[in-house]
């Protein structure tokens, strides 16, 4: 089987370059020239680790083609992977399908033979039915187009890992022909028994819209408790690490923090409510409003704690270090850690910013932040450091790493990674998510 993939972005250029890498024929199809080309020499437009690797050594094998043309596509192509992004409508919740619908159309119209498209994109439940009859009403005459939905599970920073080692597959389809095809198509990840979910197009399009609202809940119940925690005295952590020996709960996205991010959680449980709302339930999925509210909030929080040690922040020296919204990615989408260095400029403050990989798509969306090459650089003569995404090396940082270029000692772990008897012992005011906030907070140390 030859396989294309429509739509070159994160999932995409991902999803082409590890089916290469098993073995497969790929066509990655995109409209944008530009990245086409790039895409070819084997350089990519983000960062993901493992992926520049995979990308370039299949370019060059021969094996992973990129184009334009749709038309090229449908003749290529057995099997037409739909990779195209669902974005947030402008001043909506839902999600808007413009791209995925012209996908779905294009390649149906550009089908030669018969073959099958597969959905991999977020969509609102409901979607796959509708782009079959889009699929259907394209195709030429006498060419069969069989239809199925395979959402992605990928993890930023682990999407080689999770496209080629999965820890299920999930299959949509009314067509038994679909499904044995996939099955061909994940056949080494089934041998090594990766489980194999084949369902109708409503589950399968539910299944990840479903983990990622849980996943959001999950991450702002524990903040919600850490809202307590601040107001009575306790300790967040331990109650999380508590907690999380339950085997019914578990310890993972037990993390309290500036919450959550990127391009999929945010927009993906609104866009749930928005379609849910559509059918009529309003009330089944109203605790999601709370949810993103609650993750929201966090982000004043930080705000809060800096103006608590600070005072005014007109004039103040403020070092932030990190804004991708997680590790081992460049990704700025609906980050936390980027809108809180904004909010801090907006109250008057020099913002110095340092990201081991984001700078430069900080810099495209906030470009009056100062942006520096290395912690030494981001703190220096600082009134405080703000720990905002926990890369490794800041969560590597000692206090006496930072000391000969601060201009005070104080120190907001935003992600609680720190230890905060450590910094303390060493003489900084020490500010933690989850933790309680004395009454008498000196501006200086």
Known sequence: MRLTVIGTGYLGATHAAAMAELGFEVLGVDVDPAKIEALGRGELPFYEPGLPELLRKHTASGRLRFTTSMEKAGAFGDVHFIAVGTPQKAGEAAADMTYVDAAVAGIAAAATRDSLIVGKSTVPVGSARRLKEIAEEYAPAGIHLDFAWNPEFLREGFAVEDTLRPDRLVVGTDSRTADQTLRRVYASALTRGTPYISTDFETAELVKVAANAFLATKISFINAFAEVTETVGGDIQTLADAIGHDARIGRRFLNAGVGFGGGCLPKDIRALQARIGELGLDKTMRFLNEVDEINMRRRDRVVFLAEQLLGDLADKRIAVLGTSFKPDSDDVRDSPALDIAGRLYGGG?????????????????????????????????????????????????????????????????????????????????????????????????
């Open 349 to 445: 403050a020099e913002v110095l910013v340092y990201d081991p990989k984001a700078n430069e798509n900080s810099a495209k969306r906030f470009p009056r932040l100062t942006y520096v090459d290395s912690i030494e650089e981001a703190v220096q003569d600082v009134d405080v450091v703000l720990l905002l995404t926990e890369w490794q090396e800041f969560k590597d940082m000692k206090p006496g790493d930072l000391e000969a270029f601060v201009g005070s000692r104080q120190i907001v772990d935003g992600r609680n990674v720190l230890d905060r008897v450590d910094w303390e012992n060493a003489g900084w005011t020490f500010r933690g998510l989850g933790l309680k906030v004395p009454e008498v907070v000196s501006a200086r140390t």
